[in-house]
């Protein structure tokens, strides 16, 4: 038997007259890639949002990606919703007896209602159409029950590599960006309409080698619309500098990413 059940069908929902909207998708042609080179969230991000549930029976965790929060969240919860708009990116999902994968859009997801204790979006809030994730994220939640979400923004090495890393998502991509890409540096000014909660300060940390950090950096989805713009790889105009100044290209290095977070409870 499977340890991982995939729904692939848009599924209904007990709020019949929510309205769908488009969706905008930016990583389902590399959605490999992604569930490859994509940093994990640090287990104590994820020990800390249990801590404020007072039960732990049901998970939903929205735009799942490549299922890394939900994995997490799994090893806590009873069960665990995990749902995205990308066929793709639930098709490489990391399966787990205690997940259900679903290929939905966030604002109309076919969750019973008032029947999650958590809701979690990891580096996704910026793409949704607040108008309506919000309401139904109320829709599905406990009462008392608990949202969280988070971002993170460029990644720290070492000053001169990071250097370079800024101008190329600056100078190189830059002009590639989603528009809802800037809402990612303007994340705590976001509108948040739940009774927020104060919350302890978390980083993603890795180690990586050279070529897990070039892999990481095409995931970008700038990186890949000026790859279609362009009919090719923005990285050469970077992969030289990056070269020299990392040195031995096998050597790891330890890369952080402060995550910034947004925590609330429904009445």
């Known amino acids: 038997m499977s340890s991982v059940k995939r729904v692939t069908s848009k599924s209904k929902t007990d709020n019949p ?15 490999a890639d992604y569930a490859k080179f994509r940093p994990r969230y640090p287990k104590e991000l994820f020990r800390y949002l249990s801590s404020l549930v007072s039960e732990r029976k049901l998970a939903w965790d929205c735009a799942t990606g490549n299922g890394q929060a939900a994995i997490a969240l799994a090893e806590i919860f009873e069960c665990v919703i995990a749902t995205d708009a990308s066929e793709k990116q639930i098709a ?42 919000y309401p139904e994220a109320r829709r599905v939640l406990k009462p008392n029950g608990v949202i969280a979400s988070w971002t993170y923004n460029l990644l720290s090495i070492a000053p001169a590599i990071d250097t370079i890393i800024n101008r ?24 948040f309409p739940f009774a927020q909660i104060a919350t302890p300060k978390f980083d993603m940390t890795a180690e990586w080698n050279l070529q897990h950090l070039t892999g990481y950096l095409r995931t970008w989805s700038a990186t890949q619309r000026f790859m279609v713009a362009n009919k090719g790889d923005p990285m050469k105009y970077i992969t030289q ?26 009445s």
């Open 168 to 191: 190329y998502y600056s100078d190189v991509v830059g002009l590639y960006w989603p528009p809802e890409r800037a809402l990612v540096e303007q994340f705590d000014q976001l509108p």
């Open 241 to 266: 500098d990056l070269g020299s100044t990392w040195g031995d290209s096998g050597k790891l290095r330890r890369i952080t990413w402060p995550l910034t977070l947004r925590v609330g409870r429904t």
């Open 17 to 31: 007259e929510s309205k769908i909207p488009q969706f905008t998708d930016h990583f389902s042609g590399h959605a």
């Open 92 to 133: 490489n999902a990391e399966p787990h007896v205690r997940i259900v994968y679903r290929v939905s859009p966030a604002e109309n997801n076919g969750i019973v209602s008032h029947t999650a204790d958590l809701i979690t979006v990891a580096q996704a809030l910026h793409w949704f159409d607040l108008s309506r994730f």
